[in-house]
């Protein structure tokens, strides 16, 4: 039996298991969903280099784990207090294993009238609501999405009512991990923003212990009209984990969506990022920046959909790669028939620090109207070794000449960071990761 075979075998089995113990929540509609992923899993297995969207990243590593639901929910105040953001208001959410913790959650007085929950309390309390958007939005178009579906129990729900502007960013801490185990995380989150509100998520992920882990996230968000949403995604798990990311953004009229997606950490991630402008006025900011070495992999793939008139969109990523690395960017705009007045920016860059590191790129336009104003462009290049030798000749050593001059590479990115304390927290983990 193949390790695809195997992992296959192993995820529907446990999925019968996890079904055995919903007492009695089997028959309801929500778990005729989880039944309809499961299914398409079975469908769609495992995607292969040979699926286009994922010809240039390889998943057997991954499949030769069988990860498991850990039954660890909790990690101490240390370890919490070590990956906060300082500077930065403790207004927090803790997610162990995919679980939303709700003793080591705090959240400050202002995000008072904001349904800030789990999943699963939102499931059992107001399903409804969960009604509404759960799975409306993001597709199930391969086995990852399929399994987050199919195992859907816990996550985050935030719902920010109309008018309401949250101040202190929100903190969404989330460890995935048990000694001796390869723990399986798969949150399911829904963000939905009312008319006119404003709120600003960090998500950071980090590992318990060296062991290697699957997080895998789905992540669906409604910006209503008017709505201000930033999102700031940092992916910092050890190295010996795997990391895939689907987050899937429906805009409405005059809202406002900007991303950032930071990933240092990592076997292999894979980030899953797209946003519909779905009405007028719409705009959307995604910005990256990914930093590896020794045998990472990090894909990073962006859908840009622009579906009505007078929307613009800004993109920018931009990689760093050592040692026997690679990562790959697919960017994709697409513009639609009747989505005229379009203007619509995209760039990646990547600076390859040895002979061995690879980088794939594919930006890409698409595009039916012809009132628009799009570009796109990719460059790939070496650090130059006369700014390392004009910095060393000036008392500076090699390592931090090397450190400053990639720091100045991803300083485009870096300037569009509005929250100074994360500004300041992402320089140390850059120059971290580079000594």
């Known amino acids: 039996m193949t390790d695809r075979t195997h992992t296959k075998e192993w995820y529907l089995e446990s999925f019968k298991a996890f079904e055995e113990g919903l007492n009695g929540q089997a028959g309801g509609s929500f778990h005729k969903i989880r039944k309809d992923a499961i299914k398409k899993f079975e469908e769609f297995d495992f995607p292969t280099i040979k699926n286009e969207e994922w010809k240039y990243t390889n998943i057997a590593n991954l499949l030769k784990y069988s990860f498991v639901k850990t039954g660890k929910t909790s990690v101490s105040l240390e370890e919490i207090e070590e990956k906060l953001i300082h500077?930065?208001?403790?207004?927090i959410i803790v997610l162990v294993n995919g679980v939303y913790?709700?003793?080591?959650?705090?959240?400050?007085?202002q995000a008072k009238g904001v349904t800030v929950d789990s999943f699963s309390n939102v499931l059992k309390n107001n399903p409804d609501f969960i009604s509404e958007y759960f799975s409306k939005y993001a597709k199930i178009e391969n086995g990852f999405v399929a399994l987050n579906t199919a195992f859907a129990q816990d996550g985050i729900v935030i719902n920010v009512p109309d008018n309401k502007i949250i101040e202190d960013p929100i903190h969404i801490?989330?460890?995935t991990g048990n000694d001796g185990e390869n723990a399986l995380a798969q949150p399911r989150n829904l963000i939905v923003l009312g008319k006119g509100s404003q709120v600003k998520l960090v998500e950071s992920y980090h590992s318990i212990g060296e062991s290697a882990n699957l997080t895998n996230v789905v992540t669906e968000?409604?910006?209503g009209e008017n709505s201000y949403l930033e999102l700031y995604k940092i992916q910092d798990e050890n190295t010996e984990s795997f990391h895939i990311n689907m987050t899937q953004v429906e805009q409405k009229k005059n809202s406002n969506f900007t991303t950032y997606t930071v990933s240092l950490g990592g076997a292999l991630t894979r980030n899953d990022l797209n946003t519909e402008l779905d009405d007028e006025n719409s705009q959307a900011n995604l910005y990256g920046l990914y930093i590896i070495d020794g045998s990472q992999h990090v894909d990073n793939h962006t859908l840009i959909d622009h579906a009505k008139p007078r929307c613009e969109s800004r993109e920018l990523y931009k990689g760093?790669?050592?040692g026997k690395s690679r990562g790959v960017f697919n960017g994709k705009v697409f513009v639609r028939k009747d989505a005229q007045k379009t203007n619509a920016y995209q760039?990646?860059?990547a600076m390859l620090l040895t002979k061995d590191a690879m980088i794939d790129t594919k930006p890409q336009l698409e595009i039916y109207a012809d009132d628009v104003k799009c570009s796109h462009g990719a460059a790939i290049g070496q650090l130059d070794d006369e700014s390392v030798f004009y910095l060393r000749s000036r008392g500076i050593g090699e390592e931090q000449a090397r450190a400053v001059l990639i720091r100045a590479f991803a300083n485009d990115v870096f300037d569009e960071i509005k929250l100074e304390p994360l500004h300041e927290h992402l320089n140390n983990l850059v120059f971290k990761k580079l000594k």
């Open 347 to 349: 760039s990646n860059k």
């Open 173 to 175: 801490l989330n460890f």
């Open 101 to 109: 913790n709700n003793e080591l959650t705090k959240l400050l007085p």
């Open 320 to 322: 760093v790669l050592g």
């Open 221 to 223: 968000i409604i910006s």
């Open 87 to 91: 500077g930065l208001p403790e207004n």
